[in-house]
């Protein structure tokens, strides 16, 4: 059964930085795309970044030049570090591998 597990998350004041952690299981990581997205109180879900197994990035316009996706096949980990936080930014952050989602991890982005 596939599973992927986010972490890294936690309180951050304006222009900080955090690093977060997806770990998936399941022999088909590699030939996953997966990506990142964050659902703020009242609003919908939104893609944040996504990556393709072969390398191909798509970022949100709002966290272009912020934020940077990557991913480590070999440790079935995808990260998402986030610079230059802004109180926009908090939300509770998800991973997601095709159908496949994490509990999330809250983002909190003090002014």
């Known amino acids: 059964q596939v599973q992927v597990v986010e972490s890294g998350g936690g309180l951050v004041q304006a222009g900080g930085s955090l690093r977060l952690s997806c770990a998936a299981s399941?022999?088909?990581?590699?030939?996953?795309?997966m990506g990142w997205y964050r659902q703020a109180p009242g609003k919908q879900r939104e893609l944040v970044a996504a990556i393709t197994r072969g390398g191909s990035i798509n970022y949100a316009d709002s966290v272009k030049g912020r934020f940077t996706i990557s991913r480590d096949n070999a440790k079935n980990m995808v990260y998402l570090q986030m610079n230059s936080l802004r109180p926009e930014d908090t939300a509770v952050y998800y991973c997601?591998?095709?159908?496949?989602w994490g509990q999330g991890t809250q983002v909190a982005g003090s002014s």
């Open positions: 997601e591998q095709p159908g496949v």
């Open positions: 399941g022999s088909i990581f590699s030939l996953s795309s």
